[in-house]
């Protein structure tokens, strides 16, 4: 249990990063607890919202982006489905061993048990990079996609709190910058075990 002035803290650290989001511009939705969003918030806009203005993420977005400039809805369905009945190997190995998956790797072992995933995705919402497989390769008919590219440059989504395997997981996504141009190239979502935020 923590101790009153502990928790003091804490609840101001926590209210101040969510004040702090929207100050600086940041369209913030939260389908979680009050308590939870504040948690979650401070979390990642301290610990992991900085990962994404890395040179070589942004870089690798907008090269998807530009890669699939054309791409058409069949296509995107083609690839979703060799996704999701696994059965198309070389772009799950692509989107899971790249550098850019290294990073995230990386953020999400700096986490110790925090993180329980991330993935980036471009702004049709293709994955990009991850840290784990996720069950589809599309996010662009997900709240994850809609709710942040699609709706804002600036725009946090947090969803409420769902059990993953055994975990109790608040999956928070974002839009990412371009930093050079500050225009909008894809977004992340980084999945939050709530229980092991202070």
Partial sequence: M????????????????????????WRLECLASDDVCRRVTAYVL???????????????INTQ????????????????????????????????????SDLLRQKKDAGKGTIFEIFVFDNHGLNVAQTDVTQDFNQGDEAKYWKTYG?????????????DDGRNISQVSLTIKDPK??????????????DKLN
């Fill in 2 to 25: 923590l101790k009153p002035t502990t928790a003091v803290a804490l609840a101001l650290l926590c209210a101040g990063a969510m004040q702090s989001a929207r100050a600086q511009g």
């Fill in 181 to 194: 141009t500050g225009q909008a190239v894809g977004a992340a979502t980084i999945g939050i075990d709530v």
């Fill in 46 to 60: 301290t610990n992991v919202k900085p990962l994404f203005s890395d040179a070589t993420l942004v870089d690798a």
């Fill in 65 to 100: 982006n530009a890669t699939f400039a054309k791409i058409t809805n069949i296509q995107i369905n083609t690839m979703d489905n060799g996704w999701s009945d696994r059965s198309d190997k070389k772009l799950i190995e692509s989107r899971m061993h790249n550098s850019v």
């Fill in 151 to 163: 709706t804002a440059s600036d725009a946090i989504f947090i969803d409420k709190v769902a059990p």
